[in-house]
């Protein structure tokens, strides 16, 4: 059974630090892009990060670019997500993502790409 779990969360003060981790179990992802989204109350999931295979390449929605990192141990089957300068924008339940198949960047980047996802971690930035 696959499973993905995120970690990390929390409450922080704007400007703080955040490092989220997802640790996947039940199945190898090292082949394949994986992807951080958030959903905010009464807002739909939208995409934050994604990294490809050998995490050479990666991408950010353009709010969070020069703030979040993305990275992954594909020796640890885990993903992070380093979250620095956070914002109030920023509270939300962040997810991680991987997929059944090999996708392209802008596949990546779509939830619907994804076949499984984990259970979220809450993410909440006073003012």
């Known amino acids: 059974q696959v499973q993905l779990v995120e970690s990390g969360g929390g409450l922080v003060q704007a400007g703080g630090s955040l490092r989220l981790s997802c640790v996947a179990s039940?199945?190898?992802?090292?082949?394949?892009?994986m992807g951080w989204f958030r959903q905010a109350p009464g807002k739909e999931r939208e995409f934050v990060a994604t990294?490809?295979?050998?995490?050479?390449?990666?991408y950010y929605k353009d709010s969070v670019k020069g703030r979040f990192t993305i990275s992954r141990d594909n020796a640890k089957n885990t993903m992070y997500l380093q979250m620095n300068s956070l914002k109030p924008e920023d509270t939300a339940v962040y997810y991680c993502?991987?997929?059944?198949?090999?996708?392209?960047?802008?596949?990546?980047?779509?939830?619907?790409?994804?076949?499984?996802w984990g259970q979220g971690t809450q993410v909440t930035v006073s003012s």
């Open positions: 039940g199945r190898t992802f090292s082949n394949y892009a």
């Open positions: 990294i490809i295979w050998n995490g050479r390449s990666t």
């Open positions: 993502a991987a997929p059944r198949r090999p996708l392209t960047t802008t596949q990546a980047m779509g939830a619907e790409a994804y076949d499984y």
